[in-house]
């Protein structure tokens, strides 16, 4: 396993990020099936990731749950633990959102639900135009100086707020965020015209969530093939949006330069993540043991140039992020 640091933090993460979304029961996209889940954590934390990222709201606790489970006869001290905050949690007032009360709420829920003392990188999941970036600033500070969390950090807006949070941050004398998440991958590139020029910037650490497009990118679909009914998770079209021509363009080139390289198209497609020098860490999403050493084995591309030029040639990122149908 490579390692590397976080943004500018000290905090040193495998280039993999395990995202455990897929961990827990309800949809079905999910594993639902605890045992299973278990086996892959621990095939990933032995094969050296050391990066897992959760949620609060991922099967309301139930992934955190998994991952308490998983890590509870690790060595903490190797492992860098990171979980999410905002969305509902429940019906009612002061269930949802980034008010003080609820992330300091939603941090000792999520530090209960992963038995850990302290959380090494605590994320906003959105933002919140009904709480004042200042408030949810002052309540991510306070856990810092409680020592519940080492690092924060804030995924998926726009780079004026993001930019924003930083400055309140400088001037307020708050933590700072130390990465983002961002939706990225070869296909999705809107983020090279909003978000990471930040990123890059400020110094802030990228982990780029969906890196390979809801699995678009493993090339398992087909041009001219019909869309297969289990790629929509409750109604959700994610996955064959997609189904672009100037996105099969882009797939197309990177199975030519998979089968020249004896590769698979989601090893090259994590590979181009992985040579961005902005991206520290993609977030996988695995849910069979195969497809995570294929995952791992990404790290063992390499990609020319001009190979990667010709992955980027068919797309021109765009922000706001078109319609992708």
Known sequence: MAYTRLGTTGLEVSRLCLGCMNFGSGATWMMNDREASLELLDHALDAGINFLDTANVYSRGESEDIVGEAIADRDRDELALATKVYFPMGDGPNKSGLSRKHIVDQAHASLDRLGTDYIDLYQIHRWDDRVPIEETLSALDYLVDEGLVRYIGASTMSAYQFTKALYTADV????????????YNAVDRHEEANLLPVCEGEGVGVIPWSPLAGGFLTGKYERDGEIPV???AESDEYTSDRFTDENWDVLDEIRDIADAKD????QVSLAWLLHKPVVDAPIIGPRRLDHLDENVGALEIDLTDEEMARIEAPKTPRWPAPDKD
């Open 230 to 232: 289990d790629t929509r």
């Open 263 to 266: 590769a698979t198209p989601a």
């Open 172 to 183: 307020e004398h708050f933590e700072r965020f130390a990465c983002m998440q961002p939706e």
